[in-house]
């Protein structure tokens, strides 16, 4: 048998080139060699991927140990298939569907790629930011007892460097050194090129500051070896060099060996003439490109010293689509290489036509033990893991006593209820909040289970014995996250907790509270938590206009029409404690069942009155969406359907208009995004043969054949308005259109029409219709 002959860094390079090109060639392959029936643009980031496959091959072939988890740029997705087609773990069908149905996906994603994806990406910025919130989940775990030191890993981000402008990762960089975060290293490929162009110059010695002014090690590798000797035996082309703007960098790279020469030439001049001389275009085009990003001894070097804890930010320079025709172009973003030039690589390479997918073709005898030596020996993790599912018993919850409550009271009741009674479902429960836990109500779970952090801060007023109702001290037992004030942040948080099973092979339940008008600073957030499959509770509270006297800014209008269209996530809003309860129940058991989802629960401040029960039979109902609060006749011309926090004035209207309206019925709507979903998924049903009526029709079908509807909540009409289409019926719509205001409840009602007088007037109209 052959001895390996080569070194690893000779293995790394040779895996480096055939990264390059295997991520090159699946693009090209998905462009111009598979069949394109319908004329759209495949596409594919050529450049992207070429910029970033020395430090990929040098994390996943050296430095990645089995415990280390990697967030990659979305645009460098098809470097980590190639990764895993070297090791065995892609299959060559998956490759050639790239960006195909059922194929490799045009970004990494956890959910729907075959190979272990750690975090999905797509949306630039947020992939980076989640691994400072994994890791602290990581210290979590393991600061419970819940996880083995020994399983601990690092968590790395794969960062392009126009990435860096998003505005997300220095809210997670802040509140990560609060938490004193650590075990991370973000690595920026710093090809100073964006998707547009060249990036600009000023901010870069700034990142290094900010990095460094939260605690972070900064590693700059800006050049490889053989650049940094040259430059050194030469300084004034050193200092030439280093002064050359991103662009005129990148035009340079584009241009080649003969435009350095002539700059040279004519800005450095005679200091660098005998460096000129030694040097043919070709080696001063090699020599130009040799920098730290794309020199395997330097990432090696620089990742082998940075082994500690410390958080890490390396920023290795690269050339954006480096060894293909177009690098440094500032066009390349999404540039193709055309089938000439493809061919033109591959001869180069060696490869024989056809042999393009053959992971090793052409690496000679003397080098291939090496490399597959290196590539058994890679203990990134083979296979994807199976999620953790089924091990949180939930028990029935009871809903809390008192005939009057508000439904954010009755949240902040029930979780201190969960955490006096303790077990399993206590201790998995882990809650965060962006600097509203108080006003949300977790303060009583907060004094029962405390405030999480590595190490204990003591609660300053109850040691000096100031009179306070909320403890504040923090220890590594603790299991609330208080985050600052950033609503991408508590949605990063959920995200990473509610993957904790997925990531580290234990279920949270994981229970977030914000201000429901601020779920729009975190939107894209949460769609990224979803879209990856997280589970968890959002509780936002306070809602609508109905928070009154603090109104105005404050008083959200949307979120329920942002909850009807956002999959993966629940929308519930209870206007009663039982049925938060029960709500509550179910969300817990969802986050820990295969085929569960996340919840979002819309509260309120607003205490109301109790309704009397006289069975369970609202139950199933509500927590499919809506129920009859007051059963309809058969004969009946309208129903009055609302939602959450109004119910009183539905419910006063009930009772006034009864008389004039024989067998008015009052529909609870609980969750119009559950009823529209089995609307649309019933009918779906139908067109494959099988009839049956989705709740909502059910429902609805109850009420006479021309009846109409009207519609309340405190949310943007449409929330319900929708309802008419179901079955045909008419619908006046009560709701919110107009930002609020200031005011006393009674009249912000009258004013946003949301009262009984409005309840009336619109049920005038529909009877009228009728007549
Ligand atoms: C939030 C978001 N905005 C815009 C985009 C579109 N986009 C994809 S890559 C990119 C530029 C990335 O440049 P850089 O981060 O430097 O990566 P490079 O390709 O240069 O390595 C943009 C604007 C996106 N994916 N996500
Ligand atoms: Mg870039």
Redesign the pocket.
């Known amino acids: 048998m052959l001895k390996p002959v080569t070194t690893d860094i000779e293995s790394l390079k040779i895996l480096d080139e055939r990264l390059r090109w295997l991520s090159a060639w699946t693009i090209h392959h998905a462009n111009h060699v598979r069949d394109n029936q319908d004329g759209l643009k495949v596409g594919g980031?050529q450049?992207?991927c070429a910029?970033?496959t020395s430090i990929m091959a040098a994390l996943y072939f050296h430095a990645l140990g089995p415990n280390d988890r990697v967030a990659v740029?979305?645009?460098?997705g098809p470097v980590l298939h190639a990764i895993h087609y070297l090791l065995g773990t892609q299959s060559r069908e998956a490759l050639e569907n790239f960006r195909g149905f059922g194929g490799v996906q045009s970004?990494p994603s956890r959910t729907k790629d075959k190979i272990p994806v750690d975090f999905s990406t797509?949306?630039?910025?947020?992939g980076v930011a989640i691994t400072a919130f994994s890791s602290l989940i990581q210290d979590y775990l393991t600061a419970h007892g819940m996880m083995d030191e020994a399983d601990r890993g690092r968590f790395v981000a794969l960062?392009?460097?126009?990435?860096?402008?998003?505005g997300n990762i220095y809210e997670a960089l802040i509140e990560g050194h609060k938490h004193d975060v650590r075990n991370l290293w973000w690595i920026v490929?710093?090809?100073?090129?964006?998707?547009?162009a060249t990036?600009a110059d000023r901010m870069f010695e700034r990142f290094d500051e900010i990095f460094r002014s939260c605690g972070w090690r900064v590693v700059e590798l800006r050049y490889g070896k053989k650049l940094r000797a040259a430059l050194d035996a030469d300084p004034e082309l050193k200092s030439w060099f280093e002064k050359l703007p991103n662009a005129e960098l990148a035009a340079l790279h584009y241009q080649g060996g003969s435009a350095w020469r002539s700059r040279i030439e004519k800005e450095v001049g005679k200091p660098a003439a005998a460096f000129l001389k030694g040097n043919d275009d070709e080696a001063l085009a090699a020599l130009f490109t040799d920098l730290g990003g794309h020199c395997m001894d330097s990432l090696v070097e620089a990742f082998d010293a940075a082994q500690d804890d410390v958080p890490t930010l390396f920023i290795a320079w690269?050339i954006?689509g480096q060894g293909l025709p177009f690098a440094g172009h500032k066009d390349n973003?999404a540039g193709l290489m055309n089938p000439t030039q493809m061919a033109a690589w591959r001869d180069a390479m060696g490869v024989a036509e056809g042999r393009e997918w053959e992971p090793l073709e052409s690496i000679g005898a003397n080098a291939r033990p090496g490399v597959e030596a290196l590539l058994d020996r890679s203990r990134i993790a083979r296979e994807k893991r199976s999620r953790s599912f089924g091990k949180i018993e939930v028990p029935a919850i009871p809903a809390p006593v008192g005939d009057e409550q508000s439904t954010q009271a009755a949240f902040g009741r029930i979780v201190l209820e969960i955490a006096k009674a303790g077990g399993i479902l206590a201790d998995r429960i882990v809650t965060t909040s962006p600097d509203v836990t108080v006003s949300t109500n977790l303060g009583a779970w907060v004094n029962q289970r405390g405030l999480f952090r590595r190490s204990e801060v003591a609660d300053i007023f109850a040691k000096e014995k100031i009179a306070s109702a909320q403890k504040w001290s923090a220890t590594n037992e603790g299991q609330h996250i208080e985050l600052g004030i950033a609503e991408n942040n508590l949605f990063l948080m959920l995200a990473a907790a509610g993957l904790a099973g997925d990531l580290f092979g234990t279920r949270l339940a994981p229970i977030g509270t914000l201000y429901d008008p601020f779920i729009a600073r975190g939107l894209?957030a949460l769609n990224y938590a979803c879209y990856q499959d997280a589970r968890f509770i959002l509780v936002a509270t306070p809602s609508g206009i109905t928070l009154g006297p603090e109104g105005g800014a404050h008083q959200s209008i949307n979120p329920p029409l942002i909850a009807l269209g956002q999959p993966g996530l629940r929308h519930y809003e209870p206007a009663f404690a039982d049925e938060l309860a029960a709500m509550m129940e179910l969300a817990l058991r969802l986050v820990d069942d295969p085929d569960g989802e996340s919840t979002y629960l819309r509260l309120s401040t607003r205490n109301i009155r109790q309704v009397e029960r006289q069975d369970d039979g609202w139950r199933d109902g509500a927590l499919q969406g809506a129920y009859w609060l007051r059963e309809p006749d058969a004969e009946s011309e309208a129903a009055i359907v609302a939602m959450g926090a109004v119910m009183p004035e539905a419910l006063a209207a009930w009772e006034e208009l009864r008389e004039d309206i024989p067998g008015l019925g009052l529909l609870s709507v609980t969750s119009p995004d559950l009823l529209h979903r089995g609307w649309t998924s019933a009918q779906a049903a139908r067109w494959g043969g099988e009839r049956k009526p989705s709740h909502v029709e059910r429902l609805l079908s109850q009420l006479g054949r021309n009846a109409g509807l009207v519609t309340i909540a405190d949310a943007a009409p449409a929330s319900l308005s929708w309802l008419g289409g179901v079955l045909g019926q008419r619908v006046a719509p009560l709701g919110v259109e107009r930002f609020g205001q200031t005011g006393n409840l009674a009249e912000l009602y009258a004013v946003y029409r949301l009262d009984g007088a409005a309840i009336a007037e619109a049920a005038a109209e529909i009877l009228l219709q009728n007549g």
């Open positions: 980031h450049a992207s910029s970033m740029k979305p645009h460098a970004y797509g949306s630039v910025g947020l960062i392009g460097d126009a990435e860096l402008d998003e490929d710093y090809n100073r090129q964006s998707l547009d990036s690269t954006k973003h894209d």
